[in-house]
Every structure is written in C-alpha cells, then in structure tokens.
C-alpha cells in the first residue's frame, strides 16, 4: 500500500454512528447500549451522570441563578459546558430552572458543585465522540489509552497530556505551555476575578475547557473580594478565556490522530487538503508496544 | 504606557492562536513549527487590516460626533 493509499476501513461495523453519539448526548452510555457495549454503557453512565448529579446536589441546582436576569433566556444554558450532556441539562432547567424570582443565598459548595456539572458535560462530549468511533468498527474492538474519546477527555483535564500519550513529546509541552500560560497572565492580569463563573458565567465557560488548570486556579483564588479597579480586569478575562478555547483545536487534533492510528481516516495535512507524505503517515501510525484492551 | 503594554499582550495571545492552529492544520511538528513564522506574519497583517478597517469606520461612517 502507498503513502497515499487510503487505509482499509474494517469490513464489520457496530452500528450507526450517528444514532449512537445522539443517543449518548441524550444519556450518558446510551450510545453504547445501542452498539452492544453495556460495560462501556454501565462505567459511562455511573461516571458522567454521577457527576453531573453530585454536582446538583452541591450547588443546588442553582448553577444557572449565576445568570443575571436579562440574560435568562430559555437558550441560554445551551452555550455551558453542561450541554455536553443534554439530558442532565433538560432535567436541571426542568427541575430547577432559573430559581425563585427573588434573590437567595447560594450553598457553600455552589463553585464545586457547577465544576462537577461541567465536567461531566465535557467529559459526555468525550464519550459520544468515543460512541462514534465504535460504531466505525467491530464490537469486539478493545480500547486503551489511544482510543479517541480517552485520548480527547485527557487533552481536556490537562492540556498537552493527549499528544503526551500519543508520543508527541515537543507539542504536548508547547500546548501545555501555551494555553496554561494564558491561563495563568489572564488570571493575573485580572486579580483572579476572571474565575468565577458567578461574575462571568459565559467567559468561566471557554476558560474551563483548560481544564484541571483553571479548576485548580479557580480553586486556589478565583473569587477574591474585589476592592478596587483592576486596570486589566478585561483584558485578563479575554485572555484567559481564549487559552480554553484554544484548547478545543489540541483536543481535535489528538482526536483526529487517534483516528488515523485507528485506520478509520487517511491521513492528510488538513491545511491544505494534501495527502501526507510518506514519512508523516507513519509516524502517525500506532507505535509498538501500544496495545488495545477488549470492552 | 498602556499601547506598548496592549501590543506585547497581544503578541502573546497572538502567538498562541497562531501556534495551536498551526498545530491543529499540520499533524507533524516540523512542518508545523516551520509554518510559524509566515503564519504569524499574516495573522498580524490580517489583525492590522482589520484595525485599520475599524479605525476608518470609526472616524466616518460609524463615527459618534
């Protein structure tokens, strides 16, 4: 086989993969279930769904009270990271909604609480991916560090850890310290106000696709009292909300990689629509040592 | 003070946007690495366009006075 040779797509696949990402964006697993999978089904569901609904207990339910009233629209929770996983965000709006017309204290763990939500609608991001990868191929197919969704979720919790697993040692340090160090000026710039998702519900959202980092950063000083003007309080906000959202293109690209090593797309540079050479297509490809373990 | 400030962190945001999208057009480090350099060139010819865009209309057809 050439260089440029698309590679042989296996002949037995699982399912529609489409139906099965749908049906795991709605609930946790469900996708799975679809392909035959109940294990994967069982551990996705206990995990993204656990989460999602220790999250509420904490914050108690009141994660979208964060909106301020003229932004309380019935599609405005569509764009948190909890529409990563559709059915706990319906049951949240239905159960819960906007809260009470007055004004109310929020419980303690409230910032704990709506990490956790938006964790597991990242991470349900992850799985329905991953249930689109396995309706491409064979049931019997295992996973392992290098499968798509895990390798995407991992690029999610630490950026730059994705292409470490891949082996792509020098990007998974320049990625690391791109988008951490944005992070990390744009919450200096702003005094760490940038952080909170109780002053910035929208901006928290694309700085939480950093991940593990700006939890941490959150954590360690994202809701200081603010006593005076920060002169860069904006600007930091920007910043940082643009090292998150820088994080989506690395966690597509481990994604897109993880398929290729897969051999369920060809490799090509996807800047200018090129088959790859020789040389770039096998280093893509999976290295020795890497092995899959059955579902 | 504030416009040498304003230019340095625009740099640096700028060279993050530019880097992950290099990373994220091109598989491979060495052709992605190498692109850099013209990638940022246009990057920051494209943003000096558009500020000039945005200056221009501020002072004619978008002006407040």
Redesign the interface.
């Known amino acids: 086989m050439s260089a440029q040779d698309p590679p042989q797509r296996p002949s037995e696949t699982s399912g529609e993969p489409t139906v099965a990402a749908l049906l795991s964006w709605i609930v946790p697993g469900g996708g799975h279930l679809y392909l035959g999978r109940p294990r994967v089904a069982a551990i996705g569901f206990a995990l993204v769904a656990g989460l999602y609904f220790l999250g509420l207990q904490l914050s108690g339910g009141m994660g979208f009270e964060f909106l301020h009233d003229e932004l309380r629209g019935a599609l405005a929770p569509a764009l948190s990271p909890e529409l990563g996983f559709l059915g706990g965000l319906v049951y949240q709006m239905k159960a819960y909604g906007f809260g009470p017309d007055y004004p109310r204290a929020f419980p303690d763990l409230i910032y704990l609480g709506t990490a956790l939500t938006a964790a597991a609608g990242i991470l349900n991001l992850c799985l329905t991916a991953q249930a689109h990868h396995d309706a491409r191929r064979p049931r019997s197919a295992g996973y392992s560090l290098q499968s798509p969704g895990v390798v995407a979720a991992l690029a999610w919790l630490v950026p730059g850890l994705g292409h470490f697993v891949q082996g792509?040692r020098?990007?998974a340090l320049?990625?690391f310290i791109?988008?951490v160090?944005?992070l990390v000026?744009g919450s200096q710039?702003a005094d760490g106000a940038n952080l909170s998702r109780e002053r910035h519900f929208y901006y928290w959202g694309g700085q939480f696709l950093a991940g593990l980092p700006a939890i941490g950063l959150e954590f360690a000083g994202g809701h200081p009292p603010i006593t005076g003007d920060i002169p860069y309080a904006e600007?930091g906000l920007v910043?940082a909300a643009?090292?998150g959202l820088?994080n989506i293109?690395?966690m597509?690209?481990v994604y897109?990689?993880a398929e290729?090593r897969a051999g369920m797309v060809a490799?090509k540079?996807?800047?200018d629509s090129e088959p790859?050479t020789k040389?770039?297509v096998e280093?893509?490809r999976m290295q020795p040592g890497e092995q899959e373990v059955s579902a | 003070m504030d416009f040498p400030i304003h230019i340095l962190l625009f740099t640096i945001v700028g060279l993050a946007i530019v880097m992950l999208s290099s990373f994220f057009s091109e598989p491979e480090d060495g052709p992605a690495l190498r692109a850099l350099p013209r990638r940022f060139l246009y990057f920051f010819i494209g943003c000096g366009v558009l500020a000039g865009l945005m200056l221009l209309a501020e002072h004619t057809v978008a002006s407040v006075n």
Do not use: E, T
């Open positions: 792509r020098l990007r320049l990625v791109a988008i160090g944005l000026l710039l600007g910043i643009i090292g820088l293109l690395a597509l690209d897109a990689v290729v490799p540079s996807r800047a790859a040389k770039s280093s893509l």
